[in-house]
């Protein structure tokens, strides 16, 4: 058992530094280039995905083989519930769950799980029409940006699950937002302040709106998440990934004593 952890973790750490790798030393490049190397990394991004997502399953079957479940236990929801926590709103107590309709007809609802330091919940399509490219971010009260997880299309009523890796943070309090589209930025002090121009200069998909909405550049690490866009939502499933294995050998430990 001990080897597979160990495997697990080094394949956290190799993905992790390719993608700092592939960040580093990017020059500026014309139009067409930039285009081409943005549609090449979101294919790479994409084959990683899916790689860490079938270690999070490895992960899942090796918890059964333990004799114990798919999944470490998440936290009873106790009778803090927020309908705060829209972006630019008042954040919110680390443990609190939080419920919230937002403006753009996004129901939002995320608790933390202080065992693998995930944030999970679900986002819904509460209106008549298809939200597009539907995407979470989290941001913690030490600074800290998690996410935006993986853009999809929302059809009326639809639900889907959404995770959002916060290992090694320390922090207290939190606040977050579905966005839908192409939006208008946090202000100053968001994902987009900085980040260069072509804020929202073009419409597109995946990685190229992305660059468009948040301003291309390879940068390499910003804060925890890659200064690739196309990079991020790997990021955070290899966040996901680490809390879970660390939960695990935590599982593992408490039943062995």
Known sequence: MKIAIASLIAFGSAVTGAIALTDEGEAVAPLVEQQQNASRNATDADLLYDLVKQARADLREARVNAGLGPRAAEPRVGRRESQEGNEGGAYIPRMTRQNRLFDNGARLTLQFNPATQVFAGSVTNTTRSTLSQVRVEIHLDNGTELGPTRRIDLRPGQTIPVELGA???????????????????????????????????????????????????GAGMTGLRPGNLAYRPLYNQLQILRGELQAFEAELKARSR
């Open 167 to 217: 290992f090694g943070n320390a922090f207290s309090s939190w606040v977050s937002h579905p966005e839908a589209g192409i939006e208008q930025g946090h202000g100053s002090g968001g994902e987009e302040g900085g980040e260069g121009r072509g804020e929202h200069g073009s419409e597109g998909n995946g990685a190229g709106a992305e660059a468009a909405e948040h301003g291309a550049r």
